[in-house]
Every structure is written in structure tokens, then in C-alpha cells.
Nanobody
């Protein structure tokens, strides 16, 4: 079991930036796992945002965030970050990180999840 903890959410104006972080609960490591970010807005299904391979060499993004968001990881620090720039009101959602051994965009394929962090973008 790998429990994940997200941080960095908050309220930001449209056009602004937010950096989210994901880390495993104390005493665990996820350096051998691919990590994905997902988001869910009220009344909507959870959707894929970005994912990164265990070694950071491969990344994949949803079309809606390409060129605005960047996922990265530092295995020495045991963290994965999601840098979100040029934010839009439609980016408002609860953001979750998830870990699995396979790099994928299907949320159903991820075994381990955090509780999420809220990002609200005001217009």
C-alpha cells in the first residue's frame, strides 16, 4: 500500500499559476511507480491531466492542459510536482495524484490515490 498526500492547492486568479506536489506518506517511497494527476469538478467524472514514468523520462498530458501544465518528479526527494500555468476557470477542480506501476491515463488503472487538493480559478 502506498498512501499519497497532495499539497499546494488554493484560490488563484485566471492567468495565474499554481504548483501542486504529491508525496507518499512518511516512510514510503514511490520511485518505482508511474504517477498521474487527475481532476474532478462537481458533477463531472474524474479526468486525466498528466502522468510521468517512474524515471521521469516519459510524460503524457491531456490535450486540454498541453502547453500550460508540466509534470515533473524528483525521486531523490520522493516528490512529483504539477506546475499549472495560464490557469482558466475551467481548470477549477479537486486534483488528485495516483501511483501505479504502469504509465497510463485511465484512472481505473491506478492502484493508489491521495485525498486530493482543491484548485479554484476565479475569472
Amino acid at each position: 500500500q502506498v498512501q499519497l498526500v497532495e499539497s499546494g492547492g488554493g484560490l488563484v486568479q485566471a492567468g495565474g499559476s499554481v504548483r501542486l506536489s504529491c508525496a507518499p506518506a512518511s516512510g514510503r517511497t514511490f520511485s518505482t511507480y508511474a504517477v498521474g494527476w487527475f481532476r474532478q469538478a462537481p458533477g463531472k467524472e474524474r479526468e486525466f491531466v498528466a502522468a510521468i514514468s517512474w524515471d521521469g523520462r516519459r510524460t503524457t498530458y491531456a490535450d486540454s492542459v498541453k502547453g500550460r501544465f508540466a509534470i515533473s518528479r524528483d525521486n531523490a526527494k520522493n516528490t512529483v510536482a504539477l506546475q499549472m500555468n495560464s490557469l482558466k476557470p475551467e481548470d477549477t477542480a479537486r486534483y488528485y495524484c495516483a501511483a501505479d506501476h504502469i504509465l497510463q491515463s485511465d484512472p481505473g488503472g491506478y492502484d493508489y490515490w491521495g485525498q486530493g487538493t482543491q484548485v479554484t480559478v476565479s475569472s
